[in-house]
T-cell receptor, first 117, second 113 residues
């Protein structure tokens, strides 16, 4: 049971390049999230998904796109990278008990450190 | 929307002392409050969480208290050890259909041996 796996772990891009970050979870979680972490800013939600085929915007969605074609995978795309997107990106997943309206703990991956020059 | 404030931003204690980190939230509908510990270069890891139907929860040296009236919750670490040194994040969620967490900006705890 690997939990939440993120690839790649590190990447350096030039301004204007595109790339996709992959998140995979083997816990059969319905909910998946992408965060970015910047110094002194905590974790900020970029996009999230409440199930296969569905995605929604979080707090800081501009410049990013996501897809959830399979329940276990959640992809984060940067179409045209900008220096302001230099950050550490974390993926997380969780169960959600719909009928009870409660949250369950989010489990995080190890992160992707992305630098954009 | 929800806003979570966390204090202090840095905290230094001597080994064996207690440490307290406080968070306030703005949305009275919030009902789930997890705390995460993040060591340098590592992933955030859940250390304890509390739901709005209880006022306190304890797990060995770690405890969390919740005051719904005042809309604040606190993390208490007793008998601190050097391995407790890390950044701690609080978060809040209203348990809506999205289950989204709003995080505080973090507290860097240093435990001096």
């Amino acid at each position: 049971n690997a939990g939440v796996t993120q690839t790649p772990k590190f990447r350096v891009l030039k301004t204007g390049q595109s790339m996709t970050l992959l998140c995979a979870q083997d816990m059969n979680h319905e909910y998946m999230y992408w965060y970015r972490q910047d110094p002194g800013m905590g974790l900020r939600l970029i996009h999230y998904s409440v199930g296969e085929g569905t995605t929604a915007k979080g707090e800081v969605p501009d410049g990013y796109n996501v897809s959830r074609l399979k329940k276990q995978n959640f992809l984060l795309g940067l179409e045209s990278a900008a220096p302001s997107q230099t950050s550490v990106y974390f993926c997380a997943s969780s169960y959600f008990i719909r009928n009870q309206g409660t949250n369950q703990p989010q489990h995080f991956g190890d992160g992707t450190r992305l630098s954009i020059l | 929307g929800e806003n979570v404030e966390q204090h202090p931003s840095t905290l230094s204690v001597q080994e064996g002392d207690s440490a307290v980190i406080k968070c306030t939230y703005s949305d009275s509908a919030s009902n789930y409050f997890p705390w995460y510990k993040q060591e340098l270069g590592k992933r955030p890891q859940l250390i304890i969480d509390i739901r709005s139907n209880v006022g306190e929860k304890k797990d060995q040296r770690i405890a969390v208290t919740l005051n719904k009236t005042a809309k604040h919750f606190s993390l208490h670490i007793t008998e601190t050890q050097p391995e407790d040194s890390a950044v701690y994040f609080c978060a809040a969620s209203n348990g809506g259909s999205q289950g989204n967490l709003i995080f505080g900006k973090g507290t860097k705890l240093s435990v001096k041996p």
